[in-house]
């Protein structure tokens, strides 16, 4: 069983900068594959970046590609986003998730941290 809890969200102008982080309970935090998502009102889920375990590899949406970054800390159990150049169109609320696998669904999710910008 893992636990997340997203934090870093608020309330940012167009072209700012937010760092999310994503701390994770338990154990083999190393060995799970971590991703980023969010959710606008009205819309679906949206999948944002991933790392996997192991060789750390990352992949991105179209949508956030060059502007965010996603990183991981297995010595402090902990997953970041690094968001970039940000326009309202990112406000959402923003979650990560957790799986022991490095492809395939999630099993752990945190509860959602929210970031608006302002334009």
């Known amino acids: 069983q893992v636990q997340l809890v997203e934090s870093g969200g608020g309330l940012v102008q167009a072209g700012g900068s937010l760092r999310l982080s994503c701390a994770a309970s338990?154990?083999?935090?190393?060995?799970?594959?971590m991703g980023w998502f969010r959710q606008a009102p009205g819309k679906e889920r949206e999948s944002l970046a991933t790392i996997t375990w192991g060789t750390g590899s990352t992949y991105y949406a179209d949508s956030v590609k060059g502007r965010f970054t996603i990183s991981r800390d297995n010595a402090k159990n902990t997953v970041y986003l690094q968001m970039n150049n940000l326009n309202p169109e990112d406000t959402a609320v923003y979650y990560c998730?957790?799986?022991?696998?490095?492809?395939?669904?999630?099993?752990?999710w945190g509860q959602g941290t929210q970031v608006t910008v302002s334009s």
């Open positions: 998730a957790a799986r022991p696998r490095v492809f395939g669904t999630y099993d752990f």
């Open positions: 338990g154990r083999a935090f190393s060995t799970y594959t």
